[in-house]
């Protein structure tokens, strides 16, 4: 069941980025200027002059906020973790085709994204995962129903715990190893 749930969550991540890639592709005015919305957001926190240590920090904490709401939104029947997946799968979507459409070359876009985001999504899916986990305990486990949500909630903080130290090792990638790759092509 778990194998099962954590590859849908994969799956939809991946259903994000597909929409995300056909939107930019088919109204590259919205993808821009949903593109520039993000920016200016992000923009706040963290600018060009941002030393590695502070992105490392923004990214974790960031991350781990998600991953929180993924882990306690996955007890509603997994809906929460499903869009937050989907979201950013969209969200990456626009980021390559919008890149792309620049003249920024696939691999270079890829390089990107790739080094840290195989370790981030899967953790996004490992915290959703224990939030149905939840769910499902809560609903088919034995003994009272507060033995079954306390039982539960210990396994969905458990995953949670691994999501996190998953999202440590991400946002390293990302602050320090990402843009030495991305930039080397």
Sequence with gaps: MRTKIFYAFLGIFLAGVLFG????????NSAENLFS??????GGAIGENTDKFSLFSFIFLNNSRVAVIC???????GVVPAGIL??????VGIVIQYFNAQGESLAKILLAIIPHGMIE???FAVA?????EWYLEIING???VGERFLRGFKRAMRMLAL???MLLAAAFVEAYITPAIASGV
Aim: net charge neutral.
């Design 128 to 132: 959703g995962m224990g939030g149905v």
């Design 37 to 42: 919305n993000l920016r200016q957001f992000f």
């Design 163 to 165: 999501a996190i130290i």
């Design 86 to 91: 989907f979201f950013n799968g969209f969200i």
């Design 142 to 144: 034995e003994g009272t």
């Design 121 to 123: 999504i899967p953790a």
């Design 21 to 28: 890639m056909v939107f930019s592709f088919l109204s590259p």
């Design 71 to 77: 882990a306690l939104g996955g007890v509603l029947f």
